[in-house]
């Protein structure tokens, strides 16, 4: 089996309802709670990233090391400190609406130590990581490499409004991102906020199958799951109660990832996929969201 490795910040969620009691904390990031997963069901999964040497830095390092994830190309910095979001609900059965965040880190910073990689591994990576100035040179660098080394790659993007205000700065590094990628992996809410549409089919085709073959989206508002790829569609349907949770779609990332992992997929399979492999993909990336929900309660650090 081919070696996973992931790339995205690590941090850490909290969720406080209207009345400023907690409900409980996570490890945010759906790249970090993607490899948790796929490392949980058995799959070889490295993550290279950094993390704060500082208490929150240390939970969620515990709690990728606690599901088997490599941390080998983890880098602990010392000057900064670890992403801490902080949401607002207004009860424990809805989504959070509003995010304060916390975060401080060093000028120079991100210096990864690669993992090796060889022909067929998986490379997860995106958010605001992909984009960042600080980080986008030396990723852009090792992103070239896996590509030379025939790695396949998949790109999540999205980012946080408060982390990039203006879209104009970053839709440089996004388009080399779509290109760079053999697959795409994106919410409907990053479609939006990128592209300016509200619909995953023209978003698709306007901006994303020139750069990129295959598409999936994760639709939480029509609640589905589905596979683009040139004038083909297919789809899943998920359970409303599925997409309210907080780690669903890395759920839905984990089982998507792991389908293509399984199936032993080439960049050159991905360039146009038979229905058959997108419902397999599609199947998979369903029932790891569905089970990431339905856990979310096991994981859940509740503060009273």
Known sequence: MKRII?????SLNIVIGPDGRT???MPGGRVVNAAAILAHDDFEVIMASEASADPVGDIVADYLN???VKLDSLDRYTDGRTPLNVFTSPDAESAPTALTRYCKYPDDGFDIVWPRVDEGDIVLFGGHYAIDARTRVRLQRFLSHCAER???LIYLPGFMPQQEPRITRVMPAILENLEAANVVVARNVDLKLIFGIDNTESAYHDHIDFYCRSLISVDAANERISYYTGKEMSSVDIPAA??????????????AVASIASQGLTDADLEGPSAEVREKILGAAARSANDAAAQLSQKWQFIN
């Open 6 to 10: 992931c790339i995205g910040e690590c």
């Open 23 to 25: 409900f409980g904390s």
């Open 66 to 68: 606690n599901n088997g």
């Open 150 to 152: 025939k790695a396949i």
């Open 242 to 255: 599925t997409c309210r949770t907080m780690l669903w779609n890395s759920g839905a990332i984990a089982g």
